[in-house]
């Protein structure tokens, strides 16, 4: 749509950025979308084109598997299809990272029908910022549904301050990788620089090369999450500053481009920043640009829910790319949440042919947690991550839910669990949690987010049937209500608590809602079935 301004026609979303006049009415430019694209914590999003196929991957932080693996075929509904390490770190040459799984992206290699996928992770035998190394792995395109990605290890390696966010541009012949020298990690400058890579992603050839810095005064104190793509004679690059993570978050979004990608002359957008906070969401940035076949170009990018702060995490937003009346591509930066609340559900019955739902995550640094499937989930108990137990756990996608589950009450205390990090462990914060579990001796409702198990109340009565648990979150995230339900009987109130979520929110991450089973190895939690439902 186009409006006129003094004889000139310039595009709505421009004309709306000039006037400053967006209201909670407007509609997205590109009506068909719906955003959240990628609902709960999926920063750093990627997007890729494989025919009339899409797909998309994101940050999973300290959460195993190792970045997600989405597809669409229309950029609005999405499904999750795979994991690039769906095992964790058994799937990684050597087993090499240990943490800090950061800014998958993905790309499609035509000629050799391939899908690479750079990455971020800590080398568990590197210490600081230096062990911050990208690595690549690949799998044929027409396996990415169901097969594993075969890893290379680390290939972009910085000595001294470590690598993050990579990105490949392929242009005339040649293959280029892009990264962040992590400065800000070590009190040095932050860069995005360039080499060329060999065709297998392996090794990295010639010599690097400086693209651009944090120069500008709103850039604040450092450059990162650098995106390129082609149009007409340029090479653009859009490209996120300040602080990504926390409530305390100042992200924006540039744009830059040049003729010649070897020059190292880079012109920056005079009106940037082009994306920025705006009523609805906070701090967004850090994405990829994708051609449709009809050569229009979307950006998927991350932010926060403003009505969710950080509880959440940074989400997947989607829109669309436009030329303005300068010939700069700019993003309209008014896109409204109107996901429905019912595509935000989640039920398990645990009946998928002994396969565990794609959805559910563990700990990074711990192997998959032993399990098996008979009338049910049956979960391996344990008294690990600070004494919580066994957890699996997936993104919440809103703050006002419930969590609940049937569980078959034995020796160990089995339950439901609203997760975050433990307070006062360092960063990047182990695993704590809230929840309630039934057990033969009763109901107990707990927390360890201070580093030690805290029982809230329990309940002495035996426990020798199925037993239904339900937490109620409300108040946007501010209150928990812990219910009970036997079998022929209604919901039973039983504990009451208010909840300071930001007070425990993991730097980077969002809360995951699950099932927990505390005991002896040796003992199983029994689940016949798990509902995360969003109000």
Known sequence: MLICIADQLVPLFLWVKKTQSVNSNTE?????????????????????????????????NEWAPYFTIYKSTDLKNWKLINHVFPDGFKDMKNQWGENNFWASELVYDQKQNRIYAYYTAHNRATKGNPGLQ????????????????????????????????????????????????????????????KQEINDSRTKLLGQKSKVFTNSQPWETGLVEGACFFTLGEYVYSLYSVGGCCDAKCNYKTGIARTKDLNSGVWEKYSNNPIMVSNDKWNCPGHGTVVKTAEDRMFMLYHAFNKKYDVF?????????????????????????PNRPKADLNFTDNFEQDQKLDLAWQWPSKSQRPPMFFDKGLKLAASDENHALGTFLGQYIKSVNFSISAEVNPG?????????????????????????????????????????????????????????????????????????????GTEWLSFYRTDFLAAKYVPWGMGYRAGVVVKGNPSETGNFSSFKLMNN
């Open 28 to 60: 997205d430019i590109a009506p068909l979308l719906v955003n959240p694209a990628l609902p709960g914590d999926n920063p750093d999003p990627s997007i890729i084109r494989v025919g009339k196929v899409y797909y998309a991957t994101s940050t999973t």
């Open 134 to 193: 990208c690595g690549t792995a690949w799998i044929d395109a027409d396996k990415i549904e169901n097969g594993k990605f075969t890893d290379n290890g680390p290939v972009i390696i910085e000595d001294e301050c470590g690598a993050i966010d990579a990105f490949e541009l392929q242009q005339n012949g040649k293959i280029y990788a892009f990264w962040k020298n992590d400065g800000n990690g070590c009190g040095k400058e932050s860069w995005i620089w």
């Open 312 to 336: 959440v995490g940074r989400e997947g937003i989607i829109e669309e790319l436009m030329v303005g009346a300068d010939g700069w591509p700019v993003l309209h930066n008014a896109t409204l």
């Open 411 to 487: 020796p160990a205390k089995t339950g439901i669990c609203l997760g975050g990090a433990i307070f006062k462990s360092k960063w990047p914060g182990e695993l704590g949690g809230i929840g309630i579990t039934a057990s033969k001796n009763g109901l107990t409702v707990f927390d360890n987010f201070e580093d030690t198990y805290r029982v809230h109340k329990t309940s002495t009565e035996s426990l020798t049937a199925p037993v239904q648990l339900k937490m109620l979150i409300s108040d946007d995230g501010k209150q928990i209500e812990f219910f009970y339900k036997k079998q």
